[in-house]
Nanobody, 124 residues
Framework: QVQLVESGGGSVQAGGSLRLSCAAS????????MGWFRQAPGKEREGVAG???????LYAASVKGRFTISKDNAKNTLYLQMNNLKPEDTAMYYC??????????????????WGQGTQVTVSS
């Protein structure tokens, strides 16, 4: 059974940093596309960062230069390093994986497996 479990969320002040982790079981992070999404209350889910099977990355304009997506294939774990956090980054963050695609994507339609989410709250 494929399962993605996020951790690392929390509350920080603006300008602070957090690192999210996503542990994959029944799923090989090095084989397919993986990504991070977020959803704030009253807003649609948006793609934050994607990573291809060979490590190519893609970022939303709003986080480029502040967030870094990476993965450790040996540990089957996906990461999102978030620096210089802003109040507008406040959202539930979700890890996602695809069992059909290989490149880096920010579209949620690509992904077929989702974690339960971890809350990130940034105060001003």
């Amino acid at each position: 059974q494929v399962q993605l479990v996020e951790s690392g969320g929390g509350s920080v002040q603006a300008g602070g940093s957090l690192r999210l982790s996503c542990a994959a079981s029944g799923y090989t992070s090095g084989t397919f596309s993986m990504g991070w999404f977020r959803q704030a209350p009253g807003k649609e889910r948006e793609g934050v960062a994607g990573i291809s099977n060979y490590g190519r990355t893609l970022y939303a304009a709003s986080v480029k230069g502040r967030f870094t997506i990476s993965k450790d294939n040996a540990k089957n774990t996906l990461y999102l390093q978030m620096n210089n956090l802003k109040p507008e980054d406040t959202a539930m963050y979700y890890c996602a994986g695809s069992r059909s695609y290989y490149n880096a994507y920010l579209s949620s339609s690509i992904y077929d497996t989702w974690g339960q989410g971890t809350q990130v709250t940034v105060s001003s």
